[in-house]
Nanobody, 123 residues
């Protein structure tokens, strides 16, 4: 099983980035997919989750209206479009897979994790 994130980098405040997470070794379309982030010295925090079919999503208040999650089950890939980025969005971003029909927000509900990709928002 692998989850591989990509698309991180350095961006100025107000800018945008699009993260991707490609899954392999499991039936991607059966899994809810979530994004989390971890800033230095802080716990890993939930950002957003999308249902296995892509029809529903749930966002943390901190990113609602700025970030958008989507998925392409034909490509085994989930995306995170991040707009209006702020300094406080700086973190390592992780995608994760959960074998459930619900929309979990807790880390312990997830079965597989990627290695993370760094996002730095700075002028």
């Amino acid at each position: 099983v692998q989850l591989v994130e990509s698309g991180g980098g350095l961006v100025q405040p107000g800018g945008s980035l699009r993260l991707s997470c490609a899954g392999s070794g499991f039936t991607f379309s059966n899994y809810a997919m979530g994004w989390f982030r971890q800033a230095p010295g802080k716990e890993r925090a939930f950002i957003v989750v999308i249902s296995w079919h892509g029809g529903t999503a749930y966002y943390a208040d901190s990113v609602r209206g700025r970030f958008t999650i989507s998925r392409d089950n034909a490509k085994n890939t989930v995306y995170l479009q991040m707009n209006s980025l702020k300094d406080g969005d700086t973190a390592v971003y992780y995608c994760a897979a959960s074998n459930t029909v619900s929309l979990p927000t807790k880390t312990e509900r997830y079965d597989y994790w990627g290695q993370g990709t760094q996002v730095t928002v700075s002028s």
